[in-house]
């Protein structure tokens, strides 16, 4: 059954199409690329809209016959032994315990792999769980590609946040799925990532497995003409208004980061009103940050005083493009350049900030705000 939202500014996962704002570019992109047999890598930072997006372009195959979308997300994982479980049992799935024949299949083909099949704690509902020694950790990968190739449908897989394989213990685990994945002829990716230095030099590094084996797409911003349209249509099904000059408040507040803008947006909503002031909007974002300010006193805790000063000044600029520059460093007395430097980088790997085409920014656009007015 449907779910029904009574606020259409969704934060969480995806309902349909009426939902889902613009990216028609990058939709036909990545559906051109997939139904003609080209692999995809979609880089941009976290709460872009990437998985939205991702499911979005799913859900125009979802009624297509013999065609099966698989979406995992592989950023708690550690391991090629968790890789390989998690994309066992999203491969394999639930099945239903009436399709007898379905079930011995998997029995059947799988030698490596141990299926199990138990009730749902939830539901009661058997469910099939894959299950394997992680001394056949390859075997199973190799069991699951076969398993892949030899399903009789096309099918399409995303594994989000890709870059996560860097970080496996195991040797050789980029060569490995790289010499599965380019065997495969029914199969294709969309290998996705929110760490751009590291998705890029994934793909575009000679001296990598998976080099130019894709078609590379970057998500940006959606433009803000279009997020407009598309907030004040949601709007109005409810007799609710939002004004262009609130709309481009709240989008140049958090310049245009899908998430937060969908959270403004959202808060907004849920008032019992049916227009908007920005005094409105700008005290919905200082609510917002008030009820988070606990958790960014925590991130500045965790930092040394050096990055500390570095994280407020960008966040007092919003975007910098030459954070070591004479001129930046003087303004906000951040000392020599190559302190600036080892700062940067461990702002960067601590996700506090993010780097897009040379511009720096604070990753939360609210924590950004909230840096912006603190003394340090």
Excluded at 54 to 75: E, L, M, P, Q
Excluded at 86 to 92: F, K, S
Excluded at 156 to 162: C, H
Excluded at 197 to 206: R, V
Aim: charged letters at 20%.
């Amino acid at each position: 059954m449907k779910s029904v939202y009574i606020n259409p500014f969704l934060l969480t996962g995806y309902e349909s199409p009426e939902y889902f704002c613009d990216r028609k570019i990058e939709t036909e992109k990545l559906i051109t690329a997939l139904q003609n047999g080209r692999n995809i890598t979609l880089i941009s930072p976290r709460r872009m809209g990437k998985t939205g997006l991702i499911h979005h372009v799913f859900n125009s195959f979802a009624n297509k016959k013999g065609v099966t979308s698989i979406y995992i997300d592989i950023y708690h994982t550690n391991s090629l032994s968790n890789f390989v479980k998690l994309l066992a049992n999203t491969v394999v799935g639930s099945l239903d315990t009436k399709s007898q024949k379905i079930i011995s299949k998997v029995f059947s083909f799988f030698k490596s792999i141990r299926p199990v099949l138990a009730a749902d704690n939830s539901s009661g509902i058997p469910k099939l769980t894959i299950d394997f020694a992680p001394s056949q950790t390859e075997e199973s990968l190799k069991e699951i590609f076969d398993y892949l190739a030899e399903s009789g449908k096309t099918c399409f897989i995303a594994i989000d946040e890709f870059q996560q394989i860097t970080n496996y213990g195991e040797n050789g685990v980029e060569a490995l799925l790289r010499s599965y994945v380019q065997q495969l002829t029914n199969v294709h990716f969309v290998f996705s990532g929110s760490q751009k230095h590291i998705m890029e030099s994934l793909f575009t590094s000679a001296s990598r497995p998976f080099y130019q084996s894709t078609q590379m797409l970057q998500l940006a911003e959606i433009d803000k003409i279009e997020y407009q349209k598309f907030a004040s249509k949601l709007f109005s099904k409810a007799n609710k208004t939002i004004t262009p000059e609130v709309f481009n408040l709240i989008y140049e507040k958090v310049n245009g980061h899908t998430w937060y803008v969908q959270m403004l947006l959202n808060r907004l909503y849920s008032l019992a009103k049916t227009e908007y002031d920005v005094a409105t909007a700008e005290k919905i974002s200082d609510e917002i940050i008030n009820e988070n300010e606990a958790t960014y006193q925590t991130y500045c805790k965790l930092i040394t005083e050096k990055q500390l000063r570095l994280l407020k000044a960008i966040a007092a600029e919003n975007i910098v493009t030459q954070p070591t520059s004479n001129f930046f460093i003087e303004k906000y007395k951040l000392g020599a350049a190559s302190s600036i430097k080892t700062a940067l980088t461990s702002l960067l790997e601590k996700e506090l900030i993010f780097e897009n085409n040379g511009n720096y920014r604070v990753y939360d656009c609210f924590f950004s705000i909230w840096l912006s007015k603190i003394k340090i």
